[in-house]
């Protein structure tokens, strides 16, 4: 289990300091599908990266399996990162030049994984995403679906407990990355992953998260299970997203409201909620107030 524990994150240039996380706190539970939603810039890839070691947070804990974070060294980060987490990143982040085998093989590599057993699970990897025939080519050789699975198949030979995909599906087709969620769903079961992924088709993420985290420039405004989420949605962000959900069964009748007024910027925050100048139900101690998460059912 993964637990962020009201976790900050601030990056500083010069005399300017930008809050990129505003005391998150968030459960990853074991072999659980969570996805996040929010706007660009809202703090969704930080958030993974600090997950993924890939970045340390300001202030706060992350808890792996119960244990704390807070006195990690780097030879600490390097070994969670070599064995305890996945990547597939949205840019694939293929070796031009090596074959689909080696690219698989170098995640092992790292993990100090011996010639044999690295080439073995390599090219099991391969298998299970369906490339078995193609661990010979190289990227420039393949399509943009095949390219992910092979990125999915270099996050999985390491066997992880947690992988985490950043936008992972957002450049493909619709009918490719159908194939690929479907992969991603089955080889979760089978490995009993805990997943952490990125996405902006909220359609999709109704269908296939567990839980979902809604963020908002940095705050983590509401947490809800994705089959519940067009119809318990609470918070006015939540709900506006979800209107601009195109549905067959939708009520065509109704016009598309959308959300007034841009987001402010990053740089200059409100006092109180970050939403407040967009929501409908602003009080005056929006304007003081930041919300905290409260427990509703």
């Known amino acids: 289990m993964l637990e962020l524990n009201d976790i900050k994150k601030d990056y500083v240039s010069g005399s300017t ?7 998150i706190n968030l459960r990853f539970r074991d072999c659980e599908f969570v996805s996040i939603l929010g706007q660009s810039g809202c703090g969704k890839t930080t958030m993974l990266n600090i997950i993924g070691g890939l970045d340390k947070y300001t202030s706060g804990d992350l808890k792996i399996n119960g244990v704390s974070t807070k006195n990690y060294k780097d030879r600490d980060w390097d070994f969670y990162r070599n064995n305890s987490i996945g990547f597939v990143f949205q840019s694939y982040n293929l070796i031009p030049h090596q074959t689909v085998l080696s690219n698989v093989e170098l995640a092992l590599t790292l993990s100090g994984v011996s010639k044999a057993e690295r080439k073995k699970r390599a090219i ?23 390219m992910q699975r092979v990125a999915i198949a270099r996050a999985l030979a390491l066997e992880p407990e947690i992988v985490v995909l950043d936008e992972a599906t957002s450049a493909l087709d619709v009918s490719v990355q159908k194939t690929v969620i479907e992969l991603i769903i089955k080889l979760q079961k089978e490995k009993n992953i805990t997943i952490g992924f990125i996405c902006h088709d909220i359609a999709l ?6 839980q979902v985290a809604v963020m908002y420039l940095g705050n983590l405004v509401e947490v809800l299970p994705g089959k519940e989420l067009g119809t318990k949605a609470m918070h006015p962000y939540t709900k506006a997203l979800m209107g601009a959900v195109f549905d067959i069964n939708m009520d065509f009748s109704k016009p598309i409201e959308s959300i007034e007024s841009e987001a ?14 967009r929501c409908d139900h602003c009080m005056d101690i929006c304007k003081i107030k930041n919300p905290k998460l409260t427990e509703v059912e």
Do not use: R, Y
């Open 17 to 23: 300091t930008v809050s990129a996380l505003k005391g």
């Open 124 to 146: 099991e990897a391969l298998e299970k995403v369906g490339l078995g025939e193609q661990i010979h080519k190289k990227p420039n050789q393949m399509s943009g679906g095949q």
């Open 205 to 210: 993420v109704q269908l296939v998260a567990h």
């Open 264 to 277: 402010p910027s990053p740089l200059d925050l409100p006092k109180g909620c970050p939403f407040q100048g």
